[in-house]
């Protein structure tokens, strides 16, 4: 199994995305990249702690490439918008791709390589080596599939996630 930490914008929208593929076996929803340790939902809002939302996704690479990975979690967001994700503003909804290794940080340098011309503005995923990942509160995992009724995930997952399956029909469960 291998794991991987990726920032989309709100963590309930690239958990939901992410969670039914096959071969993925855990997504956790949490916080990446900032200096304030075991920061708070309350002290990401503020902007000032660094930390982007993100998912550490666990998965099984003979099941599910790192690649076929990273484009549905490219196709789930937009990597040309800075630190916003449509009306989800600040660097807590930064496009980000935090790599354990050499490999993953080749396969992502490829994928966003391969996706460029897809995009009239350029892709401004922040590509970093992951320092550390602190699990968000428990209200935050599996948010989208505990509340589907909400209407942030009406409004904005659901569609959002039609969108990626409909694209990769093939690579979900």
Known sequence: MEEIVLGGGCFWCTEAALGSLRGVSSVISGYSG????NPTYEQICTKTTGHAE???VRFDSDKISRKDLLEVFFTSHDPTQLNRQGNDIGPQYRSCAFYSNEVQKRD??????????SFVSDIVTEVSPLKNFYEAENYHQDYFANNPQNPYCRIVISPKLAKV??????LYE
């Open 108 to 117: 992502i340098q490829i994928v966003i390589n391969n996706l460029k011309e």
């Open 165 to 170: 399956r409909s694209k990769h029909e093939g």
């Open 54 to 56: 993100v998912v550490k």
């Open 34 to 37: 900032g200096h304030v340790k």
